[in-house]
């Protein structure tokens, strides 16, 4: 059986935004599980950079072209990566994330199930729920969950997760129109279209109480009578050292960091990725 992360890299034309974020996804992932297996999903081969092309274990084209080609929501895609991954057991990453230390013990949550989600937490580590993002959901009674790290393998379960996927992503409007009834969303919004698809199958999932994950978008101090949304970019301090150990605040981040915004993702942050990769192959082939 083989295993591998799996993330989405489709950019817009002349563009190298989300590219270069899933080209640090890599390089963090391959350095925080050294024996896995990396797969990026773009949209054409050519959109890859050359120099990029080192850090994937796999590149590999949306075997269905993009479902919406002038869409800036790139996880409008998400449906097709059942159809094009290379491995038998994947573990789905949302691009704007980092892997920071030892991650390998994830894939133990392949004994719970065929498509597993994990748990979001609060850059202090607690379990937070995301209030802020989870307006709609509650509104219109649909259970809420983040999406940001999940497994899936390709037995039943997922399958069925996928196949009802494909026409939901597609006809995102006409599901909004015809679902919302209460509060209506104005855009794509990926978590919301997963917790859809969920609620829609009328499934059970598990979510195993140490599969989980960071995530810097979730405002704990959240105050729904404030009338603009706090970025937590402009109320957190962010550190990455030289040897790539991160730090919110006075918070050490271990495991998975999903940061959420491209413009986390700057260049110094890259080449401090890309020489303590550098570092490690050397080593092992030394």
């Known amino acids: 059986m083989t295993q591998g992360y799996i993330f989405l890299g489709v950019d817009d034309d002349d563009k190298t935004r989300n590219i270069d974020c899933a080209y640090a996804l890599s390089l963090s992932l391959?350095?925080?599980?050294?024996?896995?297996?990396?797969?990026?999903?773009?949209?054409?081969?050519?959109?890859?950079?050359?120099?990029?092309e080192g850090g994937f274990d796999y590149i590999v084209e949306l075997p269905f072209g993009r479902t919406e080609s002038n869409h800036h929501n790139m996880y409008i895609d998400f449906w097709q990566l059942y159809h094009c991954t290379p491995f038998d057991e994947s573990m789905f990453v949302d691009t704007y994330t980092l892997a920071i230390d030892n991650i390998a013990s994830l894939w133990d949550v392949r004994v719970f199930d065929d498509i597993v989600f994990a748990t979001a937490c609060d850059f202090r580590g607690n379990i937070t729920v995301d209030v802020e993002r989870m307006e709609t959901q509650n509104r219109n009674e649909i259970e809420g969950f983040k999406t940001g790290l999940l497994y899936f393998n390709k037995d039943i379960k997922s399958r069925e997760f996928f196949k009802m996927a494909d026409p939901f992503f597609k006809n995102w409007r006409d599901v909004y129109r015809e679902t919302l009834t209460e509060f209506k969303?104005?855009?794509?919004?990926f978590t919301l279209m997963m917790n859809m698809?969920?609620?829609?199958?009328?499934?059970?999932y598990v979510f195993p109480t140490w599969f989980e994950y960071t995530d810097l978008?979730?405002?704990?101090?959240?105050?729904p009578e404030e009338e603009e949304e706090l970025d937590w970019l402009d109320s957190l301090n962010l550190w990455v050292t030289d040897d790539v150990t991160v730090k919110i605040n006075n918070h050490r981040q271990t495991g998975i960091l999903h940061y959420g915004s491209p413009r986390v993702m700057t260049a110094d942050i890259i080449k401090k990725l890309n020489d303590n990769f550098r570092k490690s192959t050397t080593k092992i082939k030394a």
Request: aromatic content about 12%.
């Open 30 to 52: 391959k350095l925080a599980d050294p024996g896995c297996e990396t797969c990026v999903v773009v949209h054409k081969f050519e959109h890859v950079p050359k120099r990029y």
């Open 185 to 189: 969303a104005t855009d794509f919004d």
């Open 197 to 204: 698809v969920a609620a829609s199958l009328g499934e059970n």
């Open 217 to 223: 978008e979730i405002n704990f101090l959240y105050n």
